[in-house]
């Protein structure tokens, strides 16, 4: 996953981190703002996309060991912030 550490998605993952894929679709957003991290897997792809709050991610988080781990910390403390104090 490459990034520019500017979405809370992706805090603490360092950009070039692994990340399982399963398949090979991937998204083409018209909007380019709206992606936050692209991999290149003999193409350059995005593979994290973002409007608002609403996200997309094409990687399996949950086989991606510590960086899915992250992603799924970070998503649970967006997502719910009253739980960021704790």
């Known amino acids: 996953l490459e990034h520019d550490s500017r979405d ?6 360092q950009s070039g981190a692994y990340a399982y894929f399963v398949h090979s679709y991937y998204c ?3 909007a380019s703002l709206d992606t936050v991290a ?4 003999g193409i350059r792809y995005t593979s994290v996309v973002r409007r608002g709050s ?3 991610i ?3 988080p949950e086989k ?4 899915g ?7 649970m403390q967006i997502s719910t912030p009253e739980r960021t104090a704790a």
């Open 64 to 67: 991606s060991q510590q960086v």
């Open 28 to 30: 083409a957003p018209e």
């Open 8 to 13: 809370p998605l992706l805090a603490g993952i």
């Open 38 to 41: 692209w991999t290149d897997y």
């Open 69 to 75: 781990l992250t992603i799924l910390r970070n998503f």
């Open 58 to 60: 094409q990687c399996h």
């Open 54 to 56: 609403l996200w997309g």
